[in-house]
């Protein structure tokens, strides 16, 4: 069959592309900032609603919890489109933070109260975080959709960097660390009264947003932005067998769900792993803080340059995946100082957590790219829900561990350079292939 090569189809976009991707970016924002609500200040949470270590550990496991009826939303997804999909997850998402907000006197109560509003925004997981390519293709041209998936994914990591930041300098210490200047009444119905604020300013945002996208939120554009947009995708049924069946994108699944699904649970008690280590809970924010961020920056940067530079993300991922692994094993050592003898400060501990985070956070939407080139014309809702189902898996049995071991952490940690050498082995033995793009950029006549 005789081919031309072309320059990519030039389809139709819309300036309110980008307004689709801001709305759906900030619900992602929402989502990790609830989830990651309590890791940072477990402490405060300890004294004021009496929450134990397992309480701690379950607040973050409803998160991956909330995945259990992942394949119910890739379908909707698939079937009904963006904007009901959207729509229901938001629900979900105000009516657990509202739950939280419930002034409870009895303490029992209160915390079911708590731990069903998690839940609820735990289901709201599998759209936020796996919606990002299939908003992409809808929406954005090839040599904007590794930018815009990075965009609409790395958000709701930096919702979860928030919760570092907001947490630890509104709500005081109980154990002297805060840097507030009212820290001389922080007794436990001042740390309750901090923590209701921050409840309440998260059910405002959730409710806010959920009614910006009930006005406006489109399920797809009047014309495709490319080919690859306009064309026929596989069913859902057969869809499952060409993933499960497919040995590339099992391999590269791997690769992305068991680092990614470690370091999720990891930083989300990063306040309980570093308190062993007499690191504050304001300092293990803002660890946990700028290591979220700089991977969100870094992530988006890359993600541009996959967009300028195609045929690259193999490449990319073994540079990321390569720099985790030092960096894991740098911090993993390092908290061994007993043992080791490396000098254990808190510019250590900041530098090798920030670097892990850059690494880790950066090679999400590169994965979820190289997810959609390998398996296409899978949907992309159903690729990208099948590989953050399986990392939320590892990071559910992670945290379920953790709450019978959390007394020593020297085997959490080293869960870290474990699992991010195992997937720089996995991408390195992966050959990669850009089906999508090549529908794209190479039209049969």
């Not at 590339?248 to 470690?262: D, E, Q, S």
Request: proline share 5%.
């Amino acid at each position: 069959v005789p081919v031309r090569r072309l320059a990519p189809l030039a389809g139709r976009v819309y300036g309110r592309r980008w307004l689709v991707l801001l709305l759906f970016s900030l619900l992602g924002f929402a989502q990790g900032l609830v989830w990651n609500s309590w890791g940072p200040i477990q402490n405060s949470a300890r004294l004021a609603f009496g929450f134990s270590g397992w309480d701690i550990a379950l607040l973050v496991f409803w998160g991956p919890i909330g995945f259990a009826p992942c394949f119910f939303f890739m379908w909707l997804m698939d079937k009904k489109g963006l904007r009901v999909t959207v729509l229901l997850t938001s629900s979900l998402m105000v009516l657990g933070a509202g739950l939280r907000c419930v002034p409870v006197s009895d303490l029992e109560i209160r915390k079911k109260l708590i731990h069903g509003g998690q839940l609820l925004n735990g289901l709201a997981g599998p759209t936020v975080m796996n919606a990002a390519p299939f908003l992409s293709t809808t929406w954005f041209s090839p040599d904007e959709r590794a930018t815009a998936t990075a965009i609409a994914s790395l958000l709701n990591y930096l919702g979860a960097a928030g919760a570092f930041l907001v947490g630890p300098l509104v709500v005081p210490s109980p154990n002297g660390t805060s840097h507030l200047s009212l820290l001389s009444q922080s007794n436990n119905e001042h740390i309750k009264d901090r923590i209701e604020a921050v409840l309440y300013a998260e059910f405002g945002m959730v409710s806010l947003i959920f009614s910006a996208a009930l006005a406006y939120f489109p399920s797809r554009p009047p014309f495709p932005p490319s080919v690859a947009a306009a064309s026929q995708r596989l069913s859902y049924r057969r869809s499952f067998c060409r993933l499960l069946s497919n040995f590339r994108f099992l391999m590269v699944a791997l690769a992305y769900a068991i680092p990614l699904g470690v370091f999720s649970g990891w930083s989300g008690v990063l306040d309980l792993i570093l308190t062993p280590v007499h690191v504050s809970q304001v300092d293990a924010g803002w660890i946990g803080f700028w290591s979220i961020v700089g991977g969100c920056v870094v992530g988006i940067a890359m993600a541009r340059f996959a967009d300028f530079i195609r045929g690259m993300l193999k490449f990319i991922l073994l540079l990321l995946l390569s720099g985790a692994t030092l960096a894991s094993t740098w911090f993993t050592l390092t908290c061994l100082t007993s043992v080791t003898h490396l000098p254990l400060t808190t510019a250590t501990l900041y530098t090798s957590c920030i670097l892990l985070g850059i690494f880790l956070n950066s090679s999400v939407p590169i994965f979820f790219e190289l997810f959609v080139e390998t398996v296409y014309p899978v949907p992309e809702g159903i690729t990208c829900g099948v590989v953050t189902f399986l990392s939320n898996v590892f990071m559910g049995v992670l945290l379920f561990f953790l709450t019978f071991y959390h007394t020593e952490f020297s085997w959490f940690n080293w869960c870290l350079p474990g699992s991010c050498l195992l997937s720089l082995l996995l991408i390195l033995c992966f050959r990669e292939s850009y089906d999508r793009l090549y529908l794209d950029v190479v039209v049969s006549v």
